[in-house]
């Protein structure tokens, strides 16, 4: 260990990176290729101070990172948190179901008394798809989303994609095959990470019941023009999907948010498509698992999928802290500042 400070290394991410453009990270599909290297980078430059003794850098001192959750979490929130921390930001946290939301605040006054309040970037998660975009036009810092509604979750699809490239052989998810297995249609996760997965060059698989499968392939033919536009599959057959897979990410079954009628039961749903060791046997024998957690083991994932070495869950929530890191360092403005270190 060297005698210098610790938090006093400078964070290197690499001359030839790109710059980064954006105000806001609502979702990824405007991030092009490069920018979503970026992050990558970034990131692993936000692990190697993660792996430092004292794991905290200047970087966004005196900065405040308000955070609002109008929905539960458990890893989302606390993982912005303790990278806005390692990053040295001051940090303000609102529970919704504790706030003046309760007494029919709306989502703009509460946006705009954060702000006051001095808010310079604010993390946030709401039930309604949209919302952030909607802050975004009445906030004047930064707007992060941690997941709106069915819609977007970036942070989650970026960590997925840093944790993949991480594990798999060689780094690269160009030509591999990634299954998303169970509630696509109201996973926000999912959707993100089309368009991150696809831009990676991914061969990916959305495979659930076909209930849960509704208007995906409309909403791809939406998405045309995007780089990764119709290299996705989707399919209720779930032995065809984990054939050879090499990735294989399970979703929770979002009761709250499901109409009846899409699902006889729960039980039904893991009879048929319940990831066991049984049905992973047809992926190939060093298949990554994910899940974006929070789990409901024994009815999506069995418990001893969970216990595989493959499983990466764990990971997924320590990248996590380092891709927020990286995100929170990039949105600031800090990254390309002259002495990207002096600017803190
Ligand atoms: C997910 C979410 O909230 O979108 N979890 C997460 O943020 N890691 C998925 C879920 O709730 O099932």
């Given amino acids: 260990?060297?005698?210098?400070?610790?938090?006093?290394?400078?964070?290197v991410v690499g001359a030839d990176a790109p710059a980064w453009r954006?105000?806001?990270?609502?979702?990824?599909?405007?991030?092009?290729?490069d920018e979503i290297d970026l992050v990558m980078r970034t990131a692993d430059a936000m692990k190697g101070i993660l792996a430092r003794p004292i794991a905290k850098v200047p970087a966004l001192r005196g900065r405040n990172v308000t955070i609002i959750f109008w929905e539960a979490?458990?890893?989302?929130?606390?993982?912005?948190?303790?990278a806005a921390k390692n990053l040295s930001a001051d940090v303000v946290n609102i529970a919704a179901s504790t706030s003046s939301v309760t007494k029919g605040e709306s989502l703009v006054d509460t946006i705009r008394t954060v702000q006051a309040l001095g808010a310079q970037m604010l993390v946030m998660r709401h039930g309604t798809s949209g919302a952030p975009y909607l802050a975004a036009e009445h906030f004047d810092g930064h707007v992060l989303n941690g997941g709106d509604g069915w819609h977007a979750h970036p942070t989650q699809a970026l960590l997925d994609l840093y944790t993949?490239?991480?594990?798999?052989?060689?780094?690269?998810?160009?030509?591999?095959?990634?299954?998303?297995?169970?509630?696509?249609?109201?996973?926000?996760?999912?959707?993100?990470?089309i368009w991150s997965l696809t831009a990676a060059g991914a061969d990916l698989w959305l495979c659930g019941p076909s209930t849960l499968l509704r208007g995906l392939d409309r909403w791809g033919g939406r998405a045309a023009g995007f780089p990764g536009h119709g290299r996705f599959t989707v399919t209720s057959d779930v032995d065809a999907a984990l054939r050879d897979a090499d990735v294989v990410m399970a979703l929770r079954i979002q009761k709250e948010r499901m109409d009846s009628g899409l699902l006889p039961s729960l039980r039904e749903y893991t009879a048929r498509f319940g990831l066991t060791l049984d049905r992973l046997a047809a992926a190939k024998p060093d298949a990554l698992v994910m899940h974006p957690g929070p789990m409901n083991e024994g009815v999506e994932i069995d418990p001893a999928v969970?216990?595989?070495?493959?499983?990466?869950?764990?990971?997924?929530?320590?990248?996590?802290?380092?891709?927020?890191?990286?995100?929170?360092?990039?949105?600031?403005?800090?990254?390309?500042?002259e002495g990207a270190h002096d600017a803190a």
């Fill in 1 to 11: 260990m060297s005698d210098r400070d610790p938090g006093a290394e400078p964070i």
């Fill in 22 to 33: 954006h105000r806001h990270l609502l979702d990824v599909d405007v991030l092009a290729a």
């Fill in 73 to 82: 979490s458990t890893r989302t929130r606390v993982s912005f948190e303790v």
């Fill in 164 to 193: 993949m490239r991480e594990r798999l052989p060689g780094g690269s998810i160009a030509g591999r095959k990634v299954v998303i297995l169970g509630d696509i249609l109201h996973s926000r996760v999912a959707r993100s990470n």
């Fill in 306 to 337: 969970v216990a595989l070495d493959r499983a990466v869950i764990e990971d997924q929530v320590t990248n996590g802290v380092a891709v927020r890191m990286a995100l929170l360092y990039l949105l600031a403005g800090v990254h390309g500042a």
